[in-house]
Structure formats: C-alpha cells, structure tokens
C-alpha cells in the first residue's frame, strides 16, 4: 500500500471516528469541563476542525472552516487567524455539521495530490521529531493529531456517563 492511501486510509478513520466520538453528545454537555484545566468535549471537537486547515492546504481543496479564533493554539496558528474576530460561539451540532460538510471535500483534495507531492521537502515546522519536513510526515503529524484529541474526546465522553466511542461507521 503507498504511503498515501495509508494517509487516506487514516484520514477516513478519523472522519468516522470524530462523528462518532461526539455521537449523542447534547451542547449543554459539549460545554462541560469535567475538571479544571481540561477542555472541553466542544473546544476539543471545534479544534479538530480547526486542525484540518492544515490538511486543505495539503491538498489545495477549497473550503471556509469558521470559529478558528475560538478553537486555535498559539503554536499553531498564524498572526492573521490570531487577530480575527471570534464571533459567535457555534454549537456541537454546528461544529459536526461543519465537519461533514468539508470533509469529503478536503478528502477529495487530498485523493489527487500526486503521489510524488508527498515527498517534497517544507519549510513548515512541525513538533514531532521522527516525521521528516516532507509533505508526508507534516501530512502523517496532522493525522496523528486528530488521534490524540479524538481519544482526549473518547475519555470525556466516558466521564459524561455515554456508552464507549464505536470503531464502526454508524
């Protein structure tokens, strides 16, 4: 399998898993914190979508991702996203709906890279040591990303007293 349809195949993955992970989550739970300093399921769940910015630029699709002022990192945001107005606070269901709106998109984008894009050297940083500067490790880092908060929204999900994430598309 090249390293691109396991990129896919991992890309898929989340998709699935992110709506499952928040399946039956009202917003008044969304906007729990179950303990002081964690987030939330709702700032968890609006910073995945702000995540997968990164992945339309990989893939050069073409779509709006809005409240990134609300879900952004320091790190990992620009001085532009940084400085935009915030504006309304959206809804889970607002967050989900966003999130399958645009991901078939940006996975259509992604499906047409070339594969010969993936080992082009970038001069984006990226914390993780063991990924090369190529498209493919910024690309594999991104997707480990979403694991990490997809199963951080797993743990509350728990706490909130829901039955486990499923691995299975619903």
């Known amino acids: 399998m090249s390293a691109k349809k396991q990129l896919l195949a991992q890309y898929d993955l989340h998709d699935i898993l992110f709506n499952n992970v928040i399946e039956s989550i009202n917003d008044s739970e969304a906007n729990t914190c179950v303990a002081e300093p964690m987030n939330s399921v709702k700032w968890l769940a609006g910073h995945l979508l702000w995540a997968q910015r990164n992945l339309v630029r990989i893939g ?49 984008g992604l499906e047409n890279l070339p594969d010969e894009a993936l080992g082009s050297v970038i001069e984006i940083k990226h914390p993780i040591a063991p990924f090369d500067n190529t498209l493919a490790g910024l690309w594999a880092f991104i997707n480990d990303h979403q694991s990490y908060h997809i199963g951080q929204i797993g743990i509350l999900r728990r706490r909130l007293g829901k039955e486990p994430m499923s691995y299975f598309k619903s």
Request: glycine fraction near 8%.
């Open 60 to 108: 050069g699709a073409q779509v709006d991702i809005p409240w990134t002022g609300h879900f952004l990192t320091v790190q990992g945001s620009t001085e532009e996203e940084r400085k935009m107005p915030k504006g309304e606070f959206p809804t889970i269901e607002q967050i989900r709906n966003k999130w399958n709106e645009v991901s078939p998109v940006i996975r259509k």
